[in-house]
């Protein structure tokens, strides 16, 4: 069975960590990265594929998570999760218009993040041809 691989951007450490056990506790997934910025996430992807990515909005440096997201699928596909306190009416018309499969309010109950991860391990197990 092979592994959905998971990219988590987050920079609030505290959170990074509880993000990150929340994930490797569903069967089937592996994070291959957990960073704090868009450019460690792009640095990160240039050297290992993921197959998903787990996305805050509010980043330091000159990225925000949404302008990440686009070059994710820009220039890997990858589909995005984002996990955010930021609810502005712009910030959301901006997730709205990307097309996240999902958006999370922080805070977020950990089931609800695991429930994501698992139908999307599923979803990604029944394109596999057999």
Not at 13 to 30: K, N, R, S, T
Not at 85 to 106: C, H, N, Q, V, Y
Request: with cysteine; hydrophobic share 50%; net charge negative.
């Amino acid at each position: 069975m092979s592994m959905l691989r998971v990219l988590v951007v987050e920079d609030e450490f505290l959170i990074q960590d509880a993000v990150v056990m929340i994930i490797e506790e569903v069967p089937g997934c592996h994070v291959v990265g957990a960073v704090d910025s868009a450019d460690a996430a792009l640095e990160l992807i240039s050297r290992a594929p993921v197959d998903l990515a787990v996305l805050d909005i509010k980043l330091p440096g000159t990225m925000d998570g949404v302008d990440l997201a686009h070059e994710l699928r820009r220039r890997h596909g990858v589909p995005v999760v984002f996990l955010s306190g930021s609810g502005d009416p712009t910030t959301m018309r901006r997730i709205e218009a990307f097309g996240p499969l999902a958006f999370l309010r922080k805070p977020f109950h950990p089931q609800e993040l695991k429930r994501l991860i698992a139908n999307r391990k599923a979803t990604d197990m029944s394109s596999v041809p057999v």
